[in-house]
C-alpha cells in the first residue's frame, strides 16, 4: 500500500458556547484528531474533549495563521480539527480554510469536511422565543473585511423585504455607529414599536436576554458577545416571547 | 408543596435527518420527557431514544393536530418533547407551539423551551463546502402559509442585496413554477454563471449534492427533500467546493 499524501482536515462548529450543543459527528471528529487548532476561548470550552492532542491556539483576528498552522500539520500527516465558535460555515472558518486547501495542487491536499454547529442565531432565537420561523436574513455589522456600503445595502434590502434581520458583530470597542445607522435604515420600512430581540452571551454562563422595540433597542447594552434580532412586519411579543408566525394571518 | 399546574414542553430540532447531528441538550429532553409528539417520519429517526415513552405521531400537515394534542398532554402534567427535523425555530414547530400555549391564561400555561438544532440550512452548506460564510437570506418557496406576492418581493430584495439565498421548499409534486420564477428574477441581478448549489435528502442515507449555475439549475432534480442555495456575486466553484469569501477581494 502506498501511503497517502495529505493528512485530514476537519473544520468543526462547536456551537455557541457549551458542550451542550455540540452534535456527536463533531464531537466524534475532536476524538479523532490529532492536532486541535483554533481561538484559544474555544480550545478552553473543549480542554477536556482534547487532552493529550497538540494543540495550537492563537488570539483573535489570527485566522489565517490558524488556517495555515492547520494545513501545515495536515500536510505532516496529522489529522486536524480546525475549530469555530457556532457554526464553521456562518461567519465561522469554512471558508478561509477551504480557499487555502484549494490552492494547493489537487494532488498534495489533505481530505477536508465542513462539520455544522448550531450557530448564535439558532441559540438566541431559541432564548427569545421563535422569532426566525418565518423567512429571515443574516447579516454582519462589522466592516473589518467587508465595505461599509456593502452592509448598508444589504441592511437596506432586507428592510425593505420584510425579512426578520438577525445581525452579528453589532458592536464593539471601536465600532458604534453601525447598529445606530442600521437601526435608522430599518426604520425607513418598519414601524417603531417593531419588537428587537437582544441575546448576550449565549448559552454562556452569564447569558442574558431583553426584548425591546426598533425605536429603543440600540439604548440597550450590546457588544461583540451580543446577537440582535429585529423582527419582521409580522413579529409581535406576548409575555415575554418573541414570535414570528407561519401562518397566513 | 403545592402541585405544579400544567406540565412542561420542549420544542426541539432533531437536526437534518441523523442522530449525528442531535445535541446533548435535545438528547437529554429526548429522555427526560414522557410524551413525544410529532412527525411519524421524524418520531421514526428517534424510535431507539424514546422506547417506552408515550408517542402522538401524526401525518404531514397536522402541525396545529400536533401542537394540540402537545399541549393538551403537558395540561395533564406530562413532560413533552415536540420535535421537528432541522430547527425547530426555522419553519419548525417553535412558533406554532409558543402561539398555542400564549393562549392560554397565564398562570395555566405549561413551562417551556425551545432547543436549536442544526437546519438543513447548515448541513448542506457543510457537505457543499462554505457558501454561507458572507451575509445571507434564508426564504420558503412555500405559498401555502405565505402569500405568493410576498415571497417573490423577498426574492426581489434578497437578490438585489447580493445575499446568498437559501431556499427551503423550493418544489413539490403540486408546486414546480416557484422555483422557475425564482431563477427568472434572481436573473435580474446576477451572472447566469453564478454558482447554485443543490443538496438532496442531506444527512440521510440517500445525500446527493449537485453544484450547477443560475442558468441551468432548475433542469436538475429538486423535490421537497431539497435544499438550493444561490451564490452571491462573490460565490466561486472550484474542484467541487461552493465558497463564498469573507475577506475584501
Not at 483554533?38 to 491556539?57: A, D, F, Q, R
Request: glycine fraction near 8%; aromatic fraction near 6%.
Amino acid at each position: 500500500m502506498t501511503k497517502k499524501l495529505g493528512g485530514d482536515i476537519k473544520v468543526i462548529g462547536l456551537g455557541p458556547g457549551s458542550l451542550d450543543d455540540l452534535s456527536p459527528r463533531a464531537r466524534r471528529a475532536l476524538e479523532n484528531c490529532d492536532v486541535v487548532v483554533g481561538y484559544s476561548t474555544y480550545i478552553k470550552l473543549i480542554e477536556n474533549l482534547i487532552e493529550g492532542k497538540k494543540i495550537i491556539s492563537t488570539g483573535m483576528m489570527h485566522e489565517a495563521e490558524r488556517c495555515r498552522a492547520a494545513l501545515d500539520c495536515a500536510l505532516d500527516d496529522h489529522t486536524v480539527a480546525v475549530v469555530s465558535s457556532g457554526d464553521a460555515g456562518i461567519y465561522g472558518m469554512a471558508g478561509l480554510m477551504l480557499e487555502m486547501i484549494l490552492e494547493l495542487p489537487i494532488d498534495r491536499r489533505p481530505t477536508v469536511e465542513v462539520i455544522a454547529g448550531i450557530s448564535a442565531v439558532q441559540a438566541s432565537a431559541a432564548i427569545l422565543g421563535a422569532p426566525l420561523t418565518h423567512d429571515f436574513a443574516v447579516i454582519s455589522l462589522s466592516d473589518l473585511l467587508t465595505d461599509w456600503s456593502v452592509i448598508e445595502r444589504r441592511i437596506e434590502c432586507a428592510a425593505a423585504g420584510d425579512f426578520v434581520i438577525a445581525f452579528y458583530n453589532p458592536k464593539s470597542h471601536k465600532r458604534v455607529t453601525q447598529i445606530e445607522r442600521a437601526r435608522e435604515i430599518i426604520l425607513k420600512f418598519r414601524a417603531e414599536d417593531t419588537p428587537v430581540g437582544i441575546v448576550r452571551n449565549v448559552s454562556r454562563d452569564n447569558q442574558s436576554k431583553t426584548i425591546s422595540t426598533l425605536e429603543n433597542f440600540t439604548r440597550e447594552p450590546i457588544d461583540m458577545f451580543t446577537l440582535v434580532i429585529v423582527g419582521s412586519s409580522k413579529t409581535f411579543v406576548k409575555d415575554g416571547f418573541m414570535i414570528t408566525p407561519r401562518l397566513k394571518q
